[in-house]
């Protein structure tokens, strides 16, 4: 039956958050980190293991409209643009943060 076929997501396809527009960009968002593999039984298994990215990002297709530009080719879809704004430390943090540099700074210099 047609109408039990799902619609195709990704490169050609619709947004993934909107199901409307037509995708033209992917979630930026580092998901996850790739810790560099230092034992490996031979150089052509590290070499595999060791090229390209080291950190996997999100890529969900999504619209203009459902992107948020968080910087020069950097998108977020909008599940992770929420996570985004709360990575970001509170004034009470912040100013932890700052006390303890200007700390560090007088114990040294
Ligand atoms: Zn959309
Ligand atoms: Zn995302």
């Not at 060791?50 to 969900?60: A, E, F, I, M, R």
Request: with cysteine.
């Amino acid at each position: 039956m047609a109408d039990n076929v799902h619609p195709s997501f990704g490169e050609h396809g619709i947004c993934a958050v909107c199901k409307r527009n037509p995708v033209n960009r992917w979630c930026d968002y580092v998901v996850e980190y790739t810790n560099p593999v230092t034992f490996l039984r031979n150089y052509k298994d590290f070499v595999a293991v060791n090229s390209g990215n080291d950190y996997t990002t999100c890529d969900l297709p999504i619209c203009d409209k459902c992107a948020t530009s968080v910087g020069k080719d950097r998108d977020l879809c909008p599940h992770h643009m929420s996570l985004h704004r709360q990575a970001k430390l509170p004034d009470g943090y912040q100013r932890r943060r700052q006390a303890q540099a200007r700390e560090s700074m007088y114990r040294e210099g």
